[in-house]
C-alpha cells in the first residue's frame, strides 16, 4: 500500500513513518515543516526507496492536488494538526487554520483525486484526533465512540470541528473514511513542549519542574509506538465510516508521572540530590480538563489490538532515548516557546 501521511515530520506522524517503512508500505510524507516538524525524526527511513518527501501546507490546494496526482497513494493519513493546548490559548488562529481549515482542504483534495480515479473502493482517508473532544471526565467512566462531543480549549474545539468535518464528507459525499481518537501520547521525538520531555529536560537542567494546579489531573497514557501500530492496523482494516478510540490502558495523574520520571533519572542519572526536590507546583492553565480515559473495547473487539507496553515500561523507554540522544533535542531547544510557559490565557 501506498501512503500519504500529513505531519509525517512530527511527533506521531513520523512513529506512523517509521513503523510503516518497516511493514513493507510505501510513504509519501507531507509536512510544512512548522516549529514542531524535523526530518531527523524520520532520518533512519529517508534513504529507503519507499519513502518521499513533499514540503506543503494542507491549505494550498492546488499543492495537494498536484502531489496527490504524482503520487497516486492508496490511503491518505491526516495527521497534520496543530496540537497543544497550551499554544491554543495563547493563539487560536493558527490552531483554527490548519485543524479546520487545513482538513476541509484536504477532504476536498482526497474527494477529487478519488472521485477522478473512478471512486475506488479500497480508497481510505483516515483522520487521526484526540480524546479531548469529549471534553472533561470525573472520578470515573470511560469515552466510549459514542460519547456526545464537548470540546473545552481551542485545539480540542477545532479537532472536534474537523471530525465533523470528516463525518460530513462522508455522509455527503461517499468519501470512505475512518476516524481514530487517541488518548495522550509519550516516547521518543517527543517535542519538547509537552508534560514528559519538558519533565525530563528540566530535570536534567536542574531547573524547576512545572505542574499545573495540584497535579491531580488524570490522562490515559498511550506509548507512540502502539499508537502506529493501531493507526496501521485502522487504516488498513477499519470499518468505512466508523471511529475507533485508541488507549492506552494507562491511568495516571500528571504528578504521579512526573515524580515516576524523576524516580527513574534518579537511578539512570543520579545528580547531588533527588530530581523530585526540584518539582515547583505552578498556577493551573484556563479550563484544564480534569480526566481523560478510554475505552477501546471496539478496536479490541474489532481488530484485535491493544497495546503492548505498560506505563513503566513506556517510561523508562522514553527516559533512556532521552539520555541516548541530547542532540536531537538539543537542536529544538531555540525553537519558538520552547522552554516557556505558555498558555496561561494572558496572551
Known sequence: MKILVTGGAGFIGSAVIRHAIRAGHSVVNLDKLTYAGSLSNVAEV???????????DICDRPRIDAILDRHRPDAIMHLAAESHVDRSIDGPAAFIETNITGTYTMLEAARAYWTAAGRPAAFRFHHISTDEVFGSLGPTGQFT???????????????????????????TYGLPVVLTNCSNNYGPYHFPEKLIPVVILKALAGAPIPVYGAGDNVR??????????????VVTKGKVGRSYNIGGENEATNLDIVRT?????????PGNRPYAEQIAFVTDRPGHDKR???????????????????????????????????????????RDGVGERLGTGKG
Not at 529517508?46 to 506543503?56: G, K, L, R, V, W
Not at 517510561?315 to 537542536?331: G, I, S
Open 46 to 56: 529517508s534513504d529507503s526507496p519507499h519513502y518521499a518527501f513533499e514540503q506543503a
Open 145 to 171: 465512540e459514542d460519547t456526545p462531543y464537548d470540546p473545552r480549549s481551542p485545539y480540542s474545539a477545532s479537532k472536534a470541528s474537523s471530525d465533523h468535518l470528516v463525518r460530513a464528507w462522508h455522509e
Open 220 to 233: 490515559d497514557w498511550l506509548f507512540v509506538e502502539d499508537h502506529a501500530d493501531a493507526l496501521l492496523l
Open 261 to 269: 520520571i524523576c524516580g527513574i533519572l534518579d537511578e539512570k542519572r
Open 292 to 334: 481523560y480515559a478510554i475505552d477501546p473495547s471496539r478496536i479490541r473487539t474489532e481488530l484485535g489490538w491493544r497495546p503492548t507496553v505498560t506505563l513503566e515500561q513506556g517510561l523508562e523507554k522514553t527516559v533512556q532515548w532521552f539520555l541516548d540522544h541530547e542532540d536531537w533535542w538539543r537542536a529544538l531547544q531555540g
